[in-house]
């Protein structure tokens, strides 16, 4: 699906499920490999990938607030913590 029609869905009421996000990202990723085997640990890419903006737009949008962020990811805050120290977020 293209990001004209992920618009016109939205708009419509009708939301696009964000594992077919993810799932397009990782199609592209992959083709943009072109064959190269370079993607080892594709695991641990993904998550880093993902992690990274999902904590930094949770704690925008609980302005800051690691223990509101912390319950909305369903996360103890000390982990929010420690990820955000790995990652240099903190």
Known sequence: MNAAADRSEA???SRVPLR???ATSIRRYLGDLDGCEDSANLYDIALR???IPLFIEV???CEGNQSRAATMLGIHRATLRKKLRDYGLA
Do not use: S
Request: hydrophobic content about 35%; overall charge negative.
């Open 20 to 22: 077919d996000h993810v």
């Open 49 to 51: 990938e993902l992690e």
């Open 11 to 13: 708009r419509m009421g």
């Open 59 to 61: 704690l925008r949008h």
